[in-house]
């Protein structure tokens, strides 16, 4: 895993986590590109997460929340 993308997530998880209906971060796959994401409560929460951070597309989905085990 690139440097670069490591420090966007650092940045998306300062831009978003905290935020009412954020789940949590990750990266992950937009096909084959890497890219960051964001996974959502409702759909409603997703209208304020950036497009991109650090050059990386950001993919918001929607989960529900987590539950620890």
Do not use: N
Request: with cysteine.
């Amino acid at each position: 895993m690139s440097k670069e993308i490591e420090r966007a997530r650092a940045e998306l998880d300062r831009l978003v986590l905290g935020k009412d209906g954020i789940s949590g971060t990750a990266i992950g796959l937009h096909g084959s590109d890497p890219c960051l994401k964001v996974y959502v409560r409702d759909a409603g929460a997703g209208r304020s997460v950036p497009r991109r951070v650090g050059g990386f597309r950001v993919v918001v989905e929607k989960t529900g929340a987590f539950r620890k085990l």
